[in-house]
């Protein structure tokens, strides 16, 4: 049993047990994998900009904000909604 990842623009897939068969023809190799994967969204880059702007309507602290902005998927109006909840 292995572990694999595999790694995409939005995400990776993960399969946490795994087998792999390599099979080469005319001179071609194709991997099958065998598993259940399990997927993990890839988290959005945060535009400095995005966070600046987000620190200045609502105070919150730079960790605060990129970790709201990275929740809201980069939604800028969620996350000022959601830190200026008390």
Request: aromatic content about 4%.
């Amino acid at each position: 049993m292995r572990r694999i990842e595999i790694t995409t623009g939005t995400g990776t897939y993960v399969f946490d047990q795994a087998d792999v068969v390599a099979m080469t023809m005319q001179g071609v190799t194709t991997y099958q994998i065998t598993g259940e994967p399990r997927f993990e969204e890839a988290a959005p880059a945060v535009p400095d900009e995005d966070v600046q702007l987000v620190m200045e309507q609502t105070k919150a602290s730079e960790e605060k904000v990129r970790e709201t902005l990275a929740e809201t998927r980069g939604d800028i109006a969620e996350a000022i909604l959601r830190l200026s909840r008390p």
